[in-house]
């Protein structure tokens, strides 16, 4: 089971760590990705981590995955948060393979989202 934490309100230019904590299993052999859905809009993927890092393209340079193994979570520190980030932010865990992270499809295991608003 995986539970993603850490979203709220923040206003333009702020900052939010998601955290995403499995329970009742390890994250070591997954690879875990972060997608996000805004209202009205396809759920649309912004990065995922395995042994390396992956970002979509909107959001790098301002995202940060972190893995930790031992606890089993995987953080994204997201700064200069623009209101175009605004949505439920999810994290899946699979084995996609290199080059398909991005495929939503391939993840096995997904939580219920929290939800990120970036406004005034």
């Known amino acids: 089971r995986l539970v993603e934490s850490g979203g709220g309100l923040v206003q333009p230019g702020g900052s939010l760590t998601l955290t995403c904590a499995a329970f009742g299993g390890s994250i070591g052999p997954y690879k875990i990705a972060w997608f996000r859905q805004a209202p009205g809009k396809e759920r649309e993927y912004v990065a995922a981590?395995?042994?390396?890092?992956f970002y979509a393209d909107s959001i790098k340079g301002r995202f940060t995955l972190a893995r930790d193994d031992a606890q089993d979570t995987v953080t994204l520190q997201m700064v200069s948060l623009k209101p175009e980030d605004t949505g439920d932010y999810y994290c899946a865990a699979g084995r996609p393979p290199f080059g398909s992270e991005n495929a939503a499809e391939l993840y096995d295991y997904w939580g219920q989202g929290t939800q990120v608003t970036v406004s005034w």
């Open positions: 981590v395995g042994f390396s890092k």
